[in-house]
T-cell receptor, first 114, second 116 residues
Framework: AQSVSQHNHHVILSEAASLELGCNYSYGGTVNLFWYVQYPGQHLQLLLKYFSGDPLVKGIKGFEAEFIKSKFSFNLRKPSVQWSDTAEYFCAVNSHNAGNMLTFGGGTRLMVKP | DADVTQTPRNRITKTGKRIMLECSQTKGHDRMYWYRQDPGLGLRLIYYSFDVKDINKGEISDGYSVSRQAQAKFSLSLESAIPNQTALYFC???????????????FGPGTRLTVL
């Protein structure tokens, strides 16, 4: 079955630490990739997206993600996290093979300690 | 910015009751979606609609129904609510561009439903 996996369910970091959240998908063919963030009590907001071109994508708030096609991965990174980055992060994939629907990973809950 | 709105924001109900959650959008998008969010499971698609005359089941449609009253409105109903339908429900919209691959979705604020 087609799926999106986020291996880290909970991550705790101190401020200024570097962040990398893993995302792997199982679709074949052409894909579009997204990272969404959900701050406490709020709705999902788009952090960044990959459609084509440069596999290193830069998003808002200093986040970036790298699409590695050979590894079916789209990991999210940030060099130095802040307390305000405390949130839940969702990877999502849209694929021709899945009828162009978005499939979400299970989410990673990040807590940044001040 | 309230492009996608949901009502109510919170609801507590009892087993067996009929519940309707409403979603409205001012983005002019054709596509609308209903998801539920459960801890550790991410978002799972309940129903989606590509236009007013098009309704499709998602991954977990059992126990739910929907109505697309207009391009801007998409309602989700629980005909007879049960406790395992306690969850956070999100409405989303999207529009296709280009060759149709792109499916960035815009989310409403969510409805927290508790079924006792």
């Amino acid at each position: 079955a087609q799926s999106v996996s986020q291996h880290n369910h909970h991550v705790i970091l101190s401020e200024a630490a570097s962040l990398e959240l893993g995302c792997n998908y199982s679709y074949g063919g052409t894909v579009n990739l997204f990272w969404y963030v959900q701050y406490p009590g709020q709705h999902l907001q788009l952090l960044l997206k990959y459609f084509s071109g440069d596999p290193l994508v830069k998003g808002i708030k200093g986040f970036e993600a790298e699409f590695i096609k050979s590894k079916f991965s789209f990991n999210l990174r940030k060099p130095s996290v802040q307390w305000s980055d405390t949130a839940e992060y969702f990877c999502a994939v849209n694929s021709h093979n899945a009828g162009n629907m978005l499939t979400f990973g299970g989410g990673t809950r990040l807590m940044v300690k001040p | 910015d309230a492009d996608v709105t949901q009502t109510p924001r919170n609801r507590i109900t009892k087993t067996g009751k009929r519940i309707m959650l409403e979603c409205s959008q001012t983005k002019g998008h054709d596509r609308m979606y209903w998801y539920r969010q459960d801890p550790g499971l991410g978002l799972r698609l309940i129903y989606y609609s590509f236009d007013v005359k098009d309704i499709n089941k998602g991954e977990i449609s059992d126990g739910y129904s929907v109505s697309r009253q207009a391009q801007a409105k998409f309602s989700l109903s629980l005909e007879s609510a049960i406790p395992n339908q306690t969850a956070l429900y999100f409405c989303a919209t999207s529009d296709l561009k280009g060759q149709g691959l792109i499916n960035e979705q815009f989310f409403g604020p969510g409805t927290r439903l508790t079924v006792l």
